[in-house]
């Protein structure tokens, strides 16, 4: 099975990603949060930039309707060296989908079918796609499929939910083989892997299931990846409190490298403790005190007090 680290929006920076590739790893394949614009911005530079991914197994991913901004970002990144692009047809945010891209481009299949047509002519890298099932209704999955099937794709990662799903309800893995039975190139599954129990769920409804994409799942747990490795020789160690306060303390000074001030290095700290406390053992009046706290070095005191216990 290949493991791949799903892109989400503000959290799967390079510098997260450099911090788990060196401290936790099993990922076979990293994705980047969308790029939208076509001049690039400084942060999606950054993001994408070789120099700051120089470890990793990486793929970019595009977020646009337009087949010409598409391939400007397409042709920049195979200057960089990139050997593959992914789109984004699976992104549910609000804001997104009112402009008709991500997971909203679905409701347009013929519009889409030609933007495909373009991208896969004239693209110089191949493209793989992150889908969702449709916009509000399973049985415009089939139609899907069938479109998909007539272009080169070289990997379909499948959230096996829809559009109107968000995140809620059950991902359907009969949607899932559905796709594997009808369509010609590699496929990746996508939803709800979390634990040991939702992945041997997985491999028991889909046994010839050949990749996973984990995203808030291994944000929470970043032992996920190699605790599913390993369970096929039932070698699953305790969550290791040394390596979490390494990995921590990576990220605490590389986004106050990258940030200003204290407030938004504070922010992305406290975002990835509303993960982290679904998974490790920590009391409320702690979690309170990180929330609370409003400068870096009473935060770090605080973990460390933490971690020390």
Same mark, same amino acid.
Not at 9 to 31: P, S, W
Not at 98 to 103: C, D, Q
């Given at each position: 099975?290949?493991?791949?680290?799903?892109?989400?929006?503000? $959290?799967?920076?390079?510098?997260?990603?450099?911090?788990?590739?060196?401290?936790?790893? #099993?990922?076979?394949?990293?994705?980047?949060?969308?790029?939208?614009? /076509?001049?690039?911005?400084?942060?999606?530079?950054?993001?994408?930039?070789?120099?700051?991914?120089?470890?990793?197994?990486?793929?970019?991913?595009?977020?646009?309707? !337009?087949?010409?901004? +598409?391939?400007?970002?397409?042709?920049?990144?195979?200057?960089?060296?990139?050997?593959?692009?992914?789109?984004?047809?699976?992104?549910?945010?609000?804001?997104?989908?009112?402009?008709? %891209?991500?997971?909203? +481009?679905?409701?347009?299949?013929?519009?889409?079918? /030609?933007?495909?047509?373009?991208? +896969?002519?004239?693209?110089?890298?191949?493209?793989?796609?992150?889908? /969702?099932?449709?916009?509000?209704?399973?049985?415009?999955?089939?139609?899907?499929?069938?479109?998909?099937?007539?272009?080169?794709?070289?990997?379909?990662?499948?959230?096996?939910?829809?559009? $109107?799903?968000?995140?809620?309800?059950?991902?359907? +893995?009969?949607?899932?083989?559905?796709?594997?039975?009808?369509?010609? #190139?590699?496929?990746?599954?996508?939803?709800?892997?979390?634990?040991?129990?939702?992945?041997?769920?997985?491999?028991?409804?889909?046994?010839?299931?050949?990749?996973?994409?984990?995203?808030?799942?291994?944000?929470?747990?970043?032992?996920?990846? %190699?605790?599913?490795?390993?369970?096929?020789?039932?070698?699953?160690?305790?969550?290791?409190?040394?390596?979490?306060?390494? #990995?921590?303390?990576?990220?605490?000074?590389?986004?106050?490298?990258?940030?200003?001030?204290? !407030?938004?290095?504070?922010?992305?700290?406290?975002?990835?403790?509303?993960?982290?406390? /679904?998974?490790?053992? $920590?009391?409320?009046?702690?979690?309170?005190?990180?929330?609370?706290? !409003?400068?870096?070095?009473?935060? !770090?005191?605080?973990?460390?007090?933490?971690?020390?216990?």
């Amino acid at each position: 099975m290949r493991f791949y680290l799903a892109p989400m929006e503000g $959290i799967t920076t390079y510098i997260y990603r450099n911090a788990f590739y060196k401290h936790y790893g #099993f990922i076979d394949t990293y994705y980047t949060p969308f790029v939208a614009n /076509r001049k690039l911005k400084s942060r999606e530079l950054a993001d994408v930039l070789p120099y700051n991914n120089s470890a990793l197994p990486l793929v970019p991913q595009i977020l646009t309707n !337009q087949a010409d901004v +598409f391939l400007e970002i397409a042709n920049q990144l195979n200057d960089m060296g990139y050997t593959e692009v992914n789109l984004n047809l699976g992104c549910p945010s609000g804001t997104v989908v009112a402009k008709h %891209r991500g997971a909203g +481009f679905l409701e347009d299949p013929r519009e889409l079918a /030609r933007f495909l047509d373009v991208i +896969f002519d004239k693209c110089p890298i191949p493209i793989s796609i992150k889908t /969702r099932l449709g916009i509000d209704s399973l049985f415009e999955w089939e139609d899907l499929l069938e479109m998909y099937k007539h272009f080169p794709i070289k990997e379909l990662i499948i959230h096996a939910r829809t559009l $109107i799903q968000g995140y809620n309800g059950t991902p359907s +893995f009969e949607a899932f083989k559905m796709a594997m039975d009808i369509l010609p #190139f590699p496929l990746c599954y996508n939803g709800d892997i979390n634990d040991i129990t939702s992945y041997k769920h997985l491999l028991n409804e889909c046994p010839d299931a050949q990749a996973v994409m984990i995203g808030r799942g291994a944000i929470a747990n970043p032992e996920l990846p %190699r605790l599913l490795t390993e369970d096929k020789n039932n070698q699953i160690n305790s969550f290791d409190i040394n390596t979490f306060c390494n #990995f921590h303390n990576e990220l605490l000074d590389g986004y106050r490298d990258y940030m200003s001030g204290d !407030q938004p290095v504070l922010y992305k700290m406290k975002e990835l403790w509303t993960f982290w406390s /679904r998974n490790i053992d $920590i009391d409320k009046k702690t979690l309170k005190k990180i929330r609370k706290s !409003q400068n870096i070095s009473v935060y !770090q005191s605080i973990v460390d007090e933490y971690i020390q216990d």
